[in-house]
């Protein structure tokens, strides 16, 4: 199997220029791409692209306030977008308060039976969720199907394209494996249903004996140590609270330039 290592650099290139679907892994402040993340906002200071991203996670956190405070993103599709104790998104409550972005109404199931149905290869699943609510007159391509063995009535998810995967983990190898540990979040099923999956790992080690993420379905692995800062990466390190709060502090606010240049200067992805 060829050896997958690319630089950050050249992996950020694999997120097509413009309306792709990407997916962060991780979990609300753990293990998140945001050094990625960083970096794809870097390549679009440089070439205004990507753009009109839809953003893609079970969860959506800081990796994602940043693209959408970048104006990167045009739709939203998470069944949570925040900051656990820190708060709101900044951005992205801004954005959202504006109309700037679409939101496309997910919940934990919604995005679960989307997730299987792609795993599956089907263009749907069928759930008992979301009946006798309002959520299927907000989302039109949720249809009500009718069981052909039983007779009732269910909610029919449409499944979930993804175009790019971003998952950071412990440890990964020249193939492609990857070790997440054990808050794998939706981690594995994003890995089977993209076309595209980057890993980004704290070390690069020539072979690992044990894997979540499986290497035939990886695209590219960047050694990136550090690279879910100012999350979480336990049992590596813990989440940099002063950090997050800076950021909450200042998004918004003329202050909130600089403190995105500082944080690009530290993983030396300043833009020329």
Known sequence: MADKIQT???????VPQKGCTIAFGGMTLYRRPVVFALALLSRYQ???????????????????????GAGMVS????????????????????????????????????????????MSGVGFLPSTAWR????????????????????????????????????????????GNARIGGNKAIDEELS??????????????????KAEVLGPVVDAVV??????????CYPLYPLDGRAILEYTDKAGGEEYDSLIAAWLQKFA????
């Open 192 to 209: 089977l249903i993209a076309d595209t999956v980057i890993i980004t790992a704290e070390k690069v080690t020539p072979k690992l004996e």
């Open 46 to 68: 440089r070439e205004r692209s990507p753009n009109e991203l839809t953003l893609l996670c079970f969860t959506a956190g800081i990796e994602s306030d940043l693209l959408v």
């Open 269 to 272: 992805l300043e833009s020329p």
């Open 132 to 175: 006798g609510t309002d959520l299927p007159r907000l989302r039109p391509d949720v249809k009500e199907i009718v069981d052909p063995y039983s007779g009732e009535t269910l909610i029919a998810f449409p499944a979930i394209h993804c175009d790019v995967a971003v998952i950071h983990a412990l440890e990964a190898d020249l193939d």
């Open 223 to 232: 050694e990136l140590p550090n690279g879910a800062w100012p999350s979480s």
């Open 75 to 118: 739709k939203v599709r998470s069944c949570y977008f925040g900051l656990e104790a820190f708060g709101l998104a900044p951005n992205f409550t801004s954005a959202a308060n504006s109309g700037a972005i679409e939101i496309i109404e997910e919940t934990e199931a919604s995005l679960a039976s989307g997730v299987r149905a792609a």
């Open 8 to 14: 950050l650099q050249q992996a950020v290139q694999l």
